[in-house]
């Protein structure tokens, strides 16, 4: 049997597995809920296939609805119907790029994608061939499909609402799938992109966190415009605020700690010294947006939010950490959620 | 010690000041938390 006449086959036998027993879904579980995994999936009213990388998880789920509204949803970063699969080692696959962009071709070309977003399935890989095996593949695909495919240059220029062929390839083999960038909850195969932690003007992590949080944000609406007044509350060291003035936002940031010395008389960057709790923002003060991720009972640190947002302008924007110290279940803050309401 | 907070603890009370809730989400760079995000009603 050819390798063409392979696929078909397999993509027939799929169709006629899912009919019976349910959806190929691939989900994505952060590695920090590692040992919840089968919880999670059980959860939603799934079974696992096969795990896929460090975080990858190929399931059939018979209500796919389930992905978005049972409350475990917000423990997936991202997900993918699986229209599309070749399990393979495309390493040891005489000429795998050509054989998988032209198998793309032939089932989606005709499709309404958007365009065609390739990522890796492990996006930490030391090895080179796999880290560059994506990037590869959406060149060369692109190379076949029509013109319009290639006029996204940068994933976040997606229309969030229509559906884009998503495709993750790595030592595993190749997964692919139609659907939104909103459907998938994030603009590339995975949720983000990579976000270094490690250069020489990183304050702190929660740089990183703040990246993504305004990248996410970009699926559900317009971030504020360059230029908008942000209050930080409990900012020290400064990680978050740095990501902030690096997109040309003025910050106020309120910490009884000071901001790193990096931070000393930044262009936009007005500080106060002082506990959140005591902060009162000059007369005629008011803000854009307003961010928070202190330590502490989030409780707390919501009630000091909720007292500053008299000075936050209607429609203004607040992205709030959540934290959950001694929480050490899944089950367990499921099960606080839902008695709660 | 206080019980750990909710999600929907922590959405009442920005609710009662106004601050509708947009979405939650656990991002890749969260450890154990979520980010929250929302926004100041009209």
Not at chain 1, 277 to 285: E, K, Y
Request: overall charge positive; charged content about 25%; proline content about 7%.
């Amino acid at each position: 049997m050819g390798h063409d006449q392979t696929l078909m086959h397999t993509c027939e036998t799929a169709k006629e597995k899912h009919a019976v027993t349910g959806a190929s879904w691939l989900i994505r579980i952060s590695e920090i809920f590692a040992g919840h995994e089968s919880e999670i999936i059980v959860g939603l009213g799934a079974q696992a296939l096969r795990k896929l990388g460090r975080d990858f998880h190929l399931i059939r789920i018979k209500q796919p609805e389930a992905i978005r509204h049972s409350p475990l949803a917000r423990y997936l970063r991202w997900n993918m119907p699986v229209h599309h699969s070749w399990p393979c080692n495309p390493r040891e696959t005489d000429g795998f790029i050509e054989k998988a962009a032209q198998a793309l071709l032939r089932k989606f070309g005709e499709s309404k994608a958007q365009t065609l977003i390739c990522g890796p399935i492990d996006p930490g890989s030391p090895k080179r061939y796999d880290r560059t095996l994506a990037s590869n593949l959406r060149g060369r695909a692109l190379q076949l499909f029509p013109s319009e495919w290639s006029a996204i240059k940068n994933a976040e220029q997606q229309n969030p609402k229509k559906p884009s062929l998503f495709c993750l390839v790595g030592k595993e083999g190749l997964y692919a799938g139609l659907q939104s960038p909103a459907e998938c909850d994030g603009f590339f195969p995975g949720g983000t992109k990579f976000i270094p932690q490690n250069s020489p003007d990183t304050i702190s992590r929660a740089g990183a966190k703040i990246a993504e949080a305004l990248h996410h944000l970009q699926l559900t609406r317009r971030p504020p415009p360059g230029g908008a007044r942000w209050l930080e509350i409990g900012a020290s060291p400064g990680g978050m605020t740095t990501e902030l003035l690096a997109r040309e936002y003025e910050v106020i940031a309120v910490d009884r700690a000071p901001l790193d010395a990096r931070l000393k008389h930044r262009k936009g960057l007005m500080q106060f010294v002082a506990d959140a709790a005591d902060f009162m923002p000059p007369p005629g003060l008011t803000f854009d947006a307003m961010l928070c991720d202190m330590n502490g009972d989030a409780r707390d640190a919501m009630r000091q939010l909720a007292r500053l947002s008299k000075n936050l302008r209607q429609g203004g924007l607040v992205i709030f950490t959540l934290k959950l110290p001694g929480i050490s279940s899944i089950d367990e803050t499921t099960t606080l959620e839902l008695r709660s309401k | 010690m206080k019980p750990p907070p909710s999600n929907s603890e922590v959405s009442d009370i920005a609710r009662k000041a106004g601050l509708k809730k947009i979405a939650t989400r656990h991002l890749t760079y969260n450890r154990n938390e979520f980010t929250m995000f929302l926004e100041r009603e009209a």
